[in-house]
């Protein structure tokens, strides 16, 4: 008999150093967490007194670990949401 292994069973809470140095790429939304990517699942540590977003950056820099914005792919869409739309505007109001 084969067993499967439940994908969503509680995981042991890692600790931002261990996540940091295992870490892929990290997801930063700034004064509020920061999400780390291992294994392919997300890990969000939320800031406070016992991480602080200064140390947890500096940690992220010191391990190479990529730091994005979170809302980077928001804003990319609105700015070619406008620029399309003024294209748009332009294509039919000039003659």
Not at 2 to 28: N, S
Not at 75 to 88: G, N, S
């Amino acid at each position: 008999m084969v067993g499967a292994q439940d994908v969503d069973a509680v995981q042991p809470r890692l600790t931002f150093e261990t996540a940091a140095f295992r870490a892929k790429i990290a997801f930063w939304s700034r004064g509020r967490s920061i999400i780390l990517i291992i294994d392919g699942r997300e890990h969000e540590f939320c800031f406070g007194r016992a991480l602080t977003e200064a140390r947890a950056l500096a940690l992220l820099s010191e391990y190479h670990v990529p730091v994005e914005r979170e809302d980077a792919a928001r804003i990319a869409v609105f700015l070619t949401a406008a620029v399309c739309l003024l294209a748009l505007v332009l294509l039919f109001l000039i003659p």
